[in-house]
């Protein structure tokens, strides 16, 4: 039997200057899109992370009052690691997020905050593709959410009470969101040169990897199984895949 092998991957635009990546839990970014961050910080670029959570239910034998805390700080040396320097929580629930107006209002006030150009969020179809799993409740609200939430940011009559409040104002640059590792990616970007870095901020959240109980899981080889797969829809060693969804009207 053949199988059709999968459609190449079309190189990401990088002539933007700022992005935001948007993300249910901390980890979220690492197990896959971390090592793209790396080169983009390494190209001068401006990149911040919000998580809606603070993945506070992610480790079954640490209550998550002692777990915020401890997946907080893994998370900023994560970020740190590929260059990023600004990590926002926005507090809300691990675990039992709900797409809706509420998300959107927390997920709009960043967005005008950071006036980014992309946005990253994670995969949030209903699976990881064929094989793969079925995706997890949080990460489908929040990538739904994000894509409403960056058109509210530009409307100055949705959530009007932000400029008010935080001395935003309204933000419609972001051109697209880009949801990493997506079955349905047709975007990719070469990370042959930042692989390393990524793996080490994957591996900077070891109480959250010590907690899975995988009692073999290596970082360098889990990532290493999806970025030769991307890496082979693009001639490169290595590559991170991303489903581009573009915000302009009628674009
Ligand atoms: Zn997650």
């Not at 935003?168 to 990370?191: C, N, T």
């Not at 073999?216 to 199984?225: M, N, T, V, W």
């Amino acid at each position: 039997m053949t199988q059709t092998p999968p459609p190449p991957l079309e190189p990401l635009n990088e002539d933007w200057e700022r992005m935001l990546c948007i993300v249910a839990h901390p980890d979220d970014l690492e197990f896959g899109a971390a090592a793209a961050v790396a080169r983009w910080t390494g190209q001068g670029k401006r990149v911040a992370y919000c998580m809606v959570t603070s993945g506070e239910a992610g480790i079954d034998g640490m209550s998550p009052a002692e777990s915020r805390g401890v997946r907080e700080l893994e998370q900023v040396r994560s970020a740190q690691i590929v260059g990023v320097e600004e990590v926002e929580f926005l507090g809300l629930p691990d675990g039992t997020l709900e797409y809706g107006v509420d998300l959107r209002r927390a997920i709009a006030a960043v967005v005008r905050l950071h006036r980014p150009e992309i946005v990253v969020t994670g995969n949030f179809r209903d699976s990881w593709g064929e094989g793969g799993g079925l995706n997890q409740a949080d990460h489908i609200a929040v990538g739904r959410a994000v894509l409403d939430a960056v058109r509210d940011a530009g409307n100055r009559w949705i959530f009007n009470e932000q400029l008010e409040t935080y001395g935003v104002q309204p933000w419609g640059g972001v051109r697209e969101v880009w949801a990493s590792g997506s079955p349905l990616s047709r975007h990719g970007v070469d990370i042959t040169e930042s692989f390393d870095a990524g793996v080490a901020s994957l591996a900077a959240h070891q109480a959250y990897i010590d907690g899975l109980g995988w009692a073999d899981f290596d970082p360098a080889e889990f990532l290493e199984g999806m970025s030769r797969a991307s890496g082979q829809r693009m001639g490169v060693a290595h590559a991170a895949s991303f489903e581009i969804f573009n915000m302009g009207w009628g674009g």
